[in-house]
């Protein structure tokens, strides 16, 4: 009988993979071992060929739920004997070369189980198996085993060791293992730290009750904090808003159930899917003819849609079991923040906002926020607003060609850190606004955590071209650091990049057309509204929105009216006296006629649309004004579309279309007709430029792209000979500067 050794890399540690092969090893009456190891999973294995070859084809094709399978080798070796199949101890001679693996949402056994009266675990908020629970929230360092995990600070007791141990179990050789009698407790108290009294079998009922009463209760998940409100109570909500200083962003929804969801709205199948799939994300659903109790206007001020999810971890499934109300489940935070993961930060810097305290003693090794998901109502598009729980830290099926071990800095606004140490590229959870100096602890934190875990330096540093950011200045100290090569990647080339890696473009002629907030431009300006063509390893700024004046530096994103100012005409000066005190107006334009500074930044012109509309002159967050410009429209039809320019195939002109709206204004055109119009003419002017210079191909990128009527207007716009790409692993935002650097390096630079 031959043996053969057997090689998967890819997504395969900490899915129950291992316990998958033993039963799949013994099915077919064969010998040997599986174990991991610092590139995957490795198996020797000895019978029958034909015995063999159906093990091997049936693990290819049919491998655990949550596995990802790369690279699959099989290789006969010199015959050894074993007398039974077995899982033996991680093996680990090298640097870790194998996929990282996230957090996955609890599975339906699991939920049987803590609903269950008569299992050992009814009502234990920890309770987890090989397909479930979370991963890279808890891992210290790989491969993936208990030892390596916080998880191992709580032994596991005899009934869990059965468990362990039982190749019948679904909890066989589950690195997560524990139970109500060696596992972790949970804690309620006030904000003064006075603990409320509790047993496991109530505590969900007195948070319930706190919630319905109309507390603000701060629960530790495992992930990081989340602040929870009932969805209900418009003063709670309002509360909330004021101690998070958060006056109008969204907050996301938790519902009890998906029959109780789906009471209150009408689901399709991709948001049905995305609410229940593994990575379990906030998805936004379009509020349509919404029939619940929520207090919408206080949970997602102005807006259409609200983003909702689903308990996707035992403790908030055991809270969803006591609910009969939605809740507010939103980052646990002050604005701007990185979410809290530690106990005693939380009590430091919560005691103010939150009324309770549910807490408990696991360490979150790698806190991440919910990621956000939403689909275009007509082509379904599918937007990664923000890519953390669930999706990171992994990347799968870039084209990687190097020796090199690089790390790339991503942008500042909405930062992200990737890292190419070996055969694979690894992408970081968003981590925030690296202005803000808790956040900038945290990317630095990251930045260690990547080395540490695979025990390389970076040969190559990549960061964004603009001097002020704080990516590119901790960048530099690595070069210094560990003395390597530097490289500098302009911020729209690095969304350019992002893309075309993202479909593996890199062999077509493409036209890029990346919009945005900011950018530092080659030129010294401010980009934001570019278009490329890239062709045979090149990429060159072939046009963009024409440029009109940047003022007063990053205030200019704060307020729309200043968007305005800038691009408004000499007619619309009446309008402007509306919106600046004299004095303001004044000194203003003053400025604006001596102003060196030039932008093409798409976002702005957003902005300034938003403002002539009265829609908006003070964001209060980021791409407030697009949003609420996307939220005034409903339905819509394309026909009754105009262009607001003259020559869209030349490009954009932002001050004509600003005075062509002004023009429809005076006119009494519907303010949601000319919402329409604007993002009409985006998509007709980006096609017909595609048209006039015979592209077959436009890949799309940056912030502006999460506008998800615009990515449907341009679906319908484009000509069958015209293919679009959008992202879909990624966020179309600033997150995805940083696989952009790697691509951009790997294919452009190099």
Request: a neutral charge; proline letters at 5%; glycine letters at 6%.
């Amino acid at each position: 009988m031959p043996t053969y050794k057997i090689s998967i890399s890819g997504q395969v540690q900490g899915v129950g993979f291992r316990p998958f092969v033993y039963g799949l090893a013994k099915s077919f009456s064969l010998t040997g071992t599986v174990s991991n190891n610092e590139e995957g999973v490795v198996i020797f294995i000895t019978g029958f060929k034909d015995n063999i070859r159906h093990f091997y084809e049936k693990l290819i094709k049919n491998p655990p739920p949550v596995s990802k399978i790369k690279n699959p080798k099989i290789t006969q070796i010199d015959f050894l004997e074993f007398a039974d199949f077995n899982i033996i101890p991680s093996s680990k001679i090298g640097q870790l070369n194998l996929s990282l693996t996230p957090d996955f949402a609890i599975c339906d056994d699991c939920k049987k189980d803590i609903q269950n009266p008569e299992n050992q675990r009814f009502n234990y908020p920890f309770t987890t198996c090989v397909n479930c629970g979370p991963r890279w929230a808890i891992t210290k360092t790989f491969p993936f085993e208990r030892d390596h995990t916080s998880i191992n600070d709580f032994p596991m007791c005899a009934e869990c060791e059965k468990e362990y141990s039982n190749p019948a179990d679904r909890r066989f050789h589950s690195q997560t293992n524990t139970c109500p009698t060696c596992g972790i407790v949970l804690i309620l108290s006030d904000n003064l730290g006075n603990i409320v009294p509790s047993t496991p079998q109530n505590i969900f009922k007195k948070i319930t009750k706190l919630l319905y009463e109309g507390n603000i209760v701060a629960l530790k998940n495992t992930s990081g904090y989340l602040l929870c409100c009932n969805a209900e109570n418009e003063t709670v909500i309002q509360k909330l808003r004021t101690k998070k200083n958060r006056p109008n962003k969204p907050f996301a929804v938790l519902f009890p159930s998906l029959k109780f969801l789906q009471n209150d709205f009408i689901l399709n199948v991709h948001q049905l899917k995305s609410l229940t799939s593994a990575e379990r994300p906030i998805t936004i659903i379009p509020l349509g003819n919404y029939k619940g109790n929520i207090k919408l206007n206080a949970v997602a001020p102005g807006l259409n849609q609200l983003g909702v999810l689903l308990p996707y971890s035992g403790i908030l499934q055991l809270l969803a079991n006591e609910l009969n109300f939605p809740i507010v489940a939103t980052s646990g935070n002050i604005h701007g923040s990185p979410i809290i993961h530690d106990n005693a930060e939380a009590f430091e810097k919560l005691n103010n906002v939150a009324d309770y305290f549910v807490q408990h003693p696991l360490e979150i090794t790698n806190p991440q926020d919910d990621s956000v998901v939403k689909f275009s109502s007509r082509s379904h598009q599918k937007v990664l607003f923000r890519r953390a729980r669930g999706y990171a830290p992994n990347y799968f099926d870039a084209q990687l060609n190097s020796e090199e071990k690089v790390m790339a800095m991503g942008a500042d606004l909405k930062s992200s850190i990737a890292f190419y140490p070996n055969e694979y590229l690894y992408v970081s959870q968003y981590l925030g606004n690296l202005q803000n100096f808790d956040v900038f602890s945290r990317f630095t934190n990251m930045a260690k955590a990547f080395t540490t875990i695979f025990e390389q330096q970076p040969e190559v540093v990549l960061v964004d071209k603009h001097p002020g950011y704080q990516s590119t200045q901790l960048g530099k100290e690595l070069v210094q650091k560990n003395r390597s090569n530097l490289i500098e990647i302009q911020h729209h080339k690095a969304h350019f990049s992002a893309i075309l890696g993202e479909h593996q473009l890199f062999s077509e002629k493409v036209l890029g057309v990346i919009f945005d907030g900011t950018g530092y431009g080659d030129d010294g300006a401010i980009w934001g509204g570019e278009f490329f063509n890239y062709e045979a390893h090149e990429i060159a700024r072939i046009n963009h929105i024409d440029y009109f004046d940047w003022l007063f530096g990053d205030k200019m994103a704060k307020e729309p009216r200043l968007s305005l100012l800038s691009l408004a005409s000499d007619e619309m000066i009446a309008v402007l006296k509306g919106k600046f005190t004299p004095n303001e107006l004044k000194t203003y334009q003053a400025i604006k006629k001596t102003n060196k500074l030039k932008t093409s930044s798409t976002g702005r012109l957003f902005d300034a649309v938003a403002s002539l509309l009265n829609i908006t002159d003070y964001n209060t967050y980021e791409g407030e004004a697009a949003i609420l410009l996307e939220n005034r429209i409903m339905k819509y039809h394309l026909k009754s579309c105009r262009c607001y320019l003259s020559a869209a195939e030349n490009g954009i002109s932002a001050k004509e279309i600003i005075k062509n709206i002004y023009g429809d204004i005076q006119n009494g055109t519907p303010t949601e007709q000319i919402i329409l119009n604007f993002l009409y003419t985006l998509a007709f002017s980006i096609i017909e430029l595609a048209k006039a210079k015979n592209y077959q191909h436009i890949a799309l990128s940056g912030g502006v792209f999460q506008n998800t009527t615009l990515i449907d207007i341009l679906t319908a716009l484009a000509p069958k000979e015209i293919k679009l790409y959008f992202h879909k692993n990624l966020s179309p935002n600033d997150e995805n500067s940083s696989f952009g650097q790697v691509m951009h390096y790997l294919n452009i630079t190099k």
